[in-house]
T-cell receptor, first 107, second 117 residues
Framework: DAKTTQPPSMDCAEGRAANLPCNHS???????VYWYRQIHSQGPQYIIH???NNETNEMASLIITEDRKSSTLILPHATLRDTAVYYC????????FGDGTTLTVKP | GAVVSQHPSWVICKSGTSVKIECRSL??????MFWYRQFPKQSLMLMAT?????????EQGVEKDKFLINHASLTLSTLTVTSAHPEDSSFYIC?????????????FGPGTRLTVL
């Protein structure tokens, strides 16, 4: 499974869009990009996934670059409850978690 | 969305005892489940891959005789921590891959907090 690189932490103002980047330069052609988040002392929660095209669901949008070497998770209107550790994962099998990005949404 | 449960949600045990943690996929079948361990302020670390009807595959550095995994059905995998010691205290999380999915659709359980005294 390809490795991912994410910034360790980010802040975002409540109501603003949160843009979380992820680099996955060693991704292979059939590997999906998945995003999960983990709120303290809970299991990871699925957010969104994509292969090539940009994706949107009720929680977030996922923008994948044309070369697929990086992606951005967008939370369009961040709330205080979105404060969590966000993990970007690449793979077609078992998930290898990096350190993720700790997003802090501030009032 | 699909639900994965874990039982118990937390457990406290004495050093030297064994603890069993259950992971169930409640509304889907999962031939493959995964077990992770997470220490405070750290990321999830994959311990093993559990496959229904066959032996689990352990990651490097994980003792298979200490962390026994049994995947007896398409909806249940168990992790038994044998002769637990304080250093085994951690947050244990399972995940399950939905068999009917065309991609790696993985759902995580809520985790089990193990404290060994």
């Amino acid at each position: 499974d390809a490795k991912t690189t994410q910034p360790p932490s980010m802040d975002c103002a409540e109501g603003r869009a949160a843009n979380l980047p992820c680099n996955h330069s060693t991704i292979s052609g059939n590997e999906y990009v998945y995003w999960y988040r983990q709120i303290h002392s809970q299991g990871p929660q699925y957010i969104i996934h994509g292969l090539k095209n940009n994706e949107t669901n009720e929680m977030a949008s996922l923008i994948i670059t044309e070369d697929r070497k990086s992606s951005t998770l967008i939370l369009p209107h961040a709330t205080l409850r979105d404060t969590a550790v966000y993990y970007c994962i690449v793979g077609a099998g078992k998930s290898t978690f990096g350190d993720g990005t700790t997003l802090t949404v501030k009032p | 969305g699909a639900v994965v449960s874990q039982h118990p949600s937390w457990v406290i045990c004495k050093s030297g005892t064994s603890v069993k943690i259950e992971c169930r996929s409640l509304d889907f079948q999962a031939t493959t489940m995964f077990w992770y361990r997470q220490f405070p302020k750290q990321s999830l670390m994959l311990m093993a891959t559990s496959n229904e009807g066959s032996k689990a595959t352990y990651e490097q550095g994980v003792e298979k005789d200490k962390f026994l995994i049994n995947h007896a059905s398409l909806t249940l995998s168990t992790l038994t921590v044998t002769s637990a010691h304080p250093e085994d205290s951690s947050f244990y999380i399972c995940s399950a891959n939905r068999d009917s999915s065309s991609y790696n659709e993985q759902f995580f359980g809520p985790g089990t907090r193990l404290t060994v005294l």
